[in-house]
């Protein structure tokens, strides 16, 4: 392998047991009496260029990673390790110009956009937070920003609800997008959207992906979508990673059995499959209290002895697939997906 | 169309919230009458010296507790000789300049106070909360009498005191704005994008929560000029030789069963006054509120539902 | 030969408004039979909660009325019903479920007291004795431990389990209709799978027939029998759920399907999309709603609403001018209605 292609290999986000508890305070004087264990010791690598989906149930932490290792929320431990700098390491005033380099893009259309700002203020200030460029540049700039996510630049001086929920979006991206950043952070950014809306964004976040050299970790509880459009996928349960691998791999072959319950329970959009349903009891259960050793243990249907004491770790069982997993599903075939 | 030629043209500025709340307003009877009477008092004010030749202040014991209609007095004089009328358009300046300024004063020192403790939160909003609360229990008559007692009787220091004590309610209004407005996802994607806390606040926020510290500030006007009457009437506000609302009704006290129509014309022009600013504070009110749900009358209501037969119960 | 329990006929409804009367629902008609599950599938705009509310005579409350068209309940016309007789069809012959479990339960009220609420109110129960069968509704629903579930509040409980009572509730004066309103929408897929299973079993159990209404084709496969499409307020769609999926005929629902990403596919691909978007309903097109985003639209289209055509399946209908069979040359032909 050339230097070239070790460089382009060396991972742009790296994230090394990373974790975030929530303190919960009760009484008068607040004390703490548990943590809520929304991440909990997490680690693994997003490439350059690469889209990295990150799926999971509510409660799972994906939100509260994705916000962690833009450093939105204070890390309880661990690092990230940005472009070869660790963010520990960094000042305040270095992860203040870091924020030019890595963007979020929201799940609320309706609610990540400022009612009172009018759409060129709002794409435009990460312009003027970071540069000292002149507000007509600014303007010149936004305008072509919305030509490039596929707005119209003249309504440029509108309020956002003059716009539709799938224009909201796009100003949202507009506004990731606006200092050229290398890696964006998609919060279910097409999950509020309507299906036909949806496949519109899709396109555009793919398309701006190849054309900006842009890597993604998208976040999202619409598997089919996550599959089209990411590389590789981490999947959560609880706090912890539970399986990594490629994407149409993954899917077809499932390694941890949460991920084969997961993907048994999508209902598929063809009445002709009759899929054999792995369906999971009860709910999942609290972040604040999580089950001993594999966190998933009450509710596998293959748990044994082990998994009720012993946390199992991330280890790579086959090339490229990860799992953290006693009894990882290497022989049986329980995803979905063709040949 | 490239972007530079898109550049050149842009959609004109729709109507901001602003000017739909103001053609809202506009349409409100309530309100516009509440404007008129407040622009006329401002008139009355500003060209006091014009509208009559008179001194509020001047003593003239020759024409003292001159009857309604004499000539040259058109409300009389009082028992010094003073014209009523003369001292009653010269109170206007008292009012208005203590009404706008404590009002003003107030809404600043709430909103910066209110804004800070509830987007921080944690202990600085405790800090902030309690101190709100030792100035809730501090009876403000005692300390305006005590400033005044210590320092003198002046109209600044009558004007201090009565912000002083006033600001807590815009603080906490403002406080329980911040506290939901922080929440907003506006509020994340501005310090996902680096902006500072200070322009998140100034910003982002304030113009969120503008309209209700409005409304607020215009009905504090009409109770800060009740403040300064009743100041004014317990002898600790405005003194001799200035004159106000107020400080007229002390003098009346005395002449209630006699000439009781000395007492009517200040209490009046307060009422007057305080009910137009509550009119524009409603009108405001009306009129920034975004989803309001229209009222339709009952007979608009009766007509569709005898067009639209179908399910007319 | 089953029984046909909700017979919606040429139903139209919306809201009055300064600009005139705005039609949410347009000429919708619907059947379901007993046992047989309907999805009504449709995006935002469509008019598929109108539909539903319409159909519970619900739509009153929310400043809306029903302009034309009947609501056959088994043989009864529920647009002629005042609202005092809609109190006791609503939870006795009818229920409905909606999007939020959070929000559709009362927060200071215990589960037990507000599954009794309808006990109480339609076959009037003594408290204990709705006690019991709140109970026992409980445990038909699948919630563990009852007993001590009827005294909690509805904070306690995770959006699943309030899903769970909410569906207690709806079932228990055993209504002949259910009409449940994107009712997992708000949930996790793993707690979706879980409710979409219990309402089956429960549709088993108790013949029940359920108007689902979801904007997600892979819920409609699952759940129905019979799907019909909606779009800007109309039915543009309508089949037993193999046909739509198989011979999809208006070009809206061949345009969802294929925009949807699937498990087959391509990564990366570009996904086929619907171009322009959903018109708000003060603004809707000429003639066939669909012809501003149609890639097929002919003149026709643009100047006359298409009626609804037989194609292809058993009782599949589309509303497009290109299945009429009388053909686009011949104009004269009047619009054949089925």
């Known amino acids: 392998m050339s230097a070239m292609d070790e460089l382009k290999n060396q991972p742009l986000v790296e994230v090394r047991n990373l974790k975030k508890y929530f303190p919960i305070k009760k009484g008068l004087i607040s004390r703490v009496v548990g943590h809520v264990r929304a991440v909990d010791d997490v680690s693994f690598a997003i490439r350059k260029g690469e889209t990295f989906g990150l799926v999971g149930e509510s409660g799972c932490g994906k939100s509260t990673l994705g916000r962690t290792i833009l450093r939105l929320h204070h890390p309880t431990g661990g690092d990230v390790i940005f472009d070869g700098r660790s963010m520990n390491a960094m000042k305040s005033r270095d992860l203040r110009a870091l924020r030019q380099e890595m963007q979020i893009i929201f799940q609320d259309p309706f609610g990540s956009l400022n009612p009172r700002f009018l759409i060129k203020d709002i794409i435009g200030e990460p312009l003027r937070v970071h540069t000292k460029a002149s507000s007509k540049e600014i303007e010149e700039r936004v305008a072509h920003l919305m030509s490039l996510v596929g707005l119209d630049p003249a309504r440029r001086n509108q309020y956002p609800h003059e716009f539709s929920g799938g224009q909201r979006q796009r100003i949202g991206i507009a506004r990731a997008i606006a200092l050229n950043p290398k890696f964006i952070v998609a919060d279910e950014a097409v999950s509020a959207l309507d299906v036909s809306v949806q496949s519109q964004v899709i396109n555009l976040l793919i398309k701006l992906q190849k054309e900006l050299g842009l890597t993604f970790l998208f976040i999202a509880h619409g598997l089919n979508v996550v599959r089209h459009i990411s590389d590789r996928i981490g999947v959560m349960y609880l706090g912890k990673m539970a399986e990594i691998g490629p994407s149409e791999e993954l899917f077809r072959h499932p390694l941890h059995p949460y991920t084969a319950a997961l993907l048994s329970s999508i209902p598929l959009p063809n009445p002709e499959i009759k899929r054999e349903r792995i369906v999971l009891q009860g709910d999942v259960p609290s972040p604040a209290n999580p089950p001993s050793g594999c966190r998933f243990h009450p509710r596998c249907p293959f748990a044994q002895e082990r998994c009720k004491s012993e946390v199992p770790a991330l280890t790579e069982v086959m090339p490229n697939r990860q799992v953290a997993c006693h009894f990882p599903l290497v022989d049986k075939a329980m995803g979905i997906g063709g040949k | 169309m490239s972007a530079s030629d898109s550049a050149l043209q842009a959609v004109k500025k729709s109507p901001g919230p602003w000017k739909i709340a103001g053609r809202k307003f506009v349409r409100n009877p309530y309100a516009m009458a509440g404007v008129f009477v407040l622009l006329f008092f401002v008139f009355v004010a500003i060209f006091a010296p014009i509208l009559t030749p008179y001194d509020p202040a001047k003593i003239d014991l020759m024409n003292a507790n001159l009857p309604a209609g004499s000539e040259g007095h058109l409300l009389g004089t009082d028992e010094l000789g003073r014209d009523i009328l003369t001292r009653l358009i010269y109170s206007t300046r008292v009012s208005l300049t203590v009404g706008f300024s404590v009002a003003l004063a107030s809404v600043l020192i709430g909103t910066v106070i209110g804004a800070i403790s509830g987007y921080f939160g944690g202990w600085i909003d405790t800090i902030l909360m309690r101190f709100v609360d030792v100035m809730y229990s501090l009876p403000s008559l005692f300390i305006n009498i005590l400033v005044l007692t210590l320092w003198g009787s002046s109209f600044g220091y009558m004007i201090m005191v009565l912000s002083f004590t006033s600001w807590m309610g815009v603080a906490r209004l403002v406080r329980g704005n911040f506290l939901q407005l922080r929440e907003m996802q506006y509020v994340e994607a501005a310090k996902a994008i680096g902006v500072s806390n200070v322009s998140i606040i100034f910003r982002h926020l304030l113009r969120n929560s503008i309209h209700p510290i409005i409304v607020y500030a215009t009905l504090m006007v009409g109770s800060a000029i009740l403040s300064e009457s009743a100041l004014s009437y317990l002898g600790l506000g405005i003194q001799a030789p200035q004159t106000s609302w107020g400080l007229m009704l002390s003098n009346a006290q005395e002449f209630m069963l006699i000439q009781p129509q000395l007492a009517l014309y200040p209490g009046l022009c307060i009422l007057v006054l305080v009910l137009a600013v509550n009119f524009i504070g409603d009108g405001l009110q009306n009129a920034l509120n975004p989803k309001e749900k229209k009222k339709i009358p009952m007979r608009r209501l009766q007509q569709w539902r005898n067009e639209y037969l179908k399910s007319a119960n | ?338």
Request: aromatic share 6%; charged share 25%.
């Open chain 3, 1 to 338: 030969m089953a029984e046909r329990v909700l017979e919606v006929s040429k139903l139209t409804a919306g809201f009055p408004t300064d600009h005139g009367f705005l039609k949410a629902a347009d000429n919708v008609s619907l059947k379901i039979d007993r046992g047989e599950t309907l999805c009504l599938v449709g995006e935002s705009g469509s008019g598929k909660s109108v539909t539903s509310l319409a159909i519970m005579r619900l739509l009153e409350y929310e400043g809306g009325f029903i302009l034309d068209g009947q609501i056959k309940l088994h043989d009864e016309d529920l647009t002629l019903k005042t609202q005092e007789e809609m109190i006791h069809i609503r939870g006795k012959k009818i229920a409905m479920i909606f999007q939020d479990p959070m929000s559709a339960l009362n927060p200071v009220f215990t589960i037990g007291d507000q599954i009794a609420e309808s006990l109480r109110l339609h076959q009037g129960m003594s408290p204990k004795e709705a006690e019991k069968e709140a109970i026992e509704l409980l445990r038909r629903v699948g919630i563990p431990a009852p007993e001590i579930r009827i005294r909690q509040y509805p904070h306690e409980l995770s959006g699943g389990m309030c899903q769970r009572v909410v569906i207690a509730i709806a079932l228990a004066c055993k209504p002949d209709l259910l009409i449940a309103d994107e009712p997992t929408t708000a949930l996790d897929v793993t707690v979706q799978a879980q409710i979409l299973d219990l309402l089956r079993k429960l549709q088993d159990e108790m013949g029940l027939s359920i108007l689902l209404i979801t904007h997600d084709l892979g819920v409609a496969a699952e759940m129905a029998d019979r799907i019909a499409v909606m779009y800007a307020g109309t039915i543009v769609e309508e089949g037993y759920v193999k046909d739509i999926f198989a011979n999809p005929c208006h070009p809206y629902t061949q345009g969802l399907l294929q925009s949807i990403p699937g498990f087959e596919g391509e990564r990366g691909s570009e996904l086929y999309t619907i171009k322009g978007s959903i018109p708000p309903l003060t603004q809707l097109p000429s003639g066939c709603r669909f012809h501003p985003r149609c890639p097929h639209a002919t003149p026709k289209c643009m100047q006359e609403q298409p009626g609804h055509y037989a194609v292809p399946g058993k009782d599949h209908y589309a509303a497009c001018w290109l299945h009429d069979p009388a053909g686009a040359a011949n104009e004269e032909t009047g619009v054949s209605r089925e």
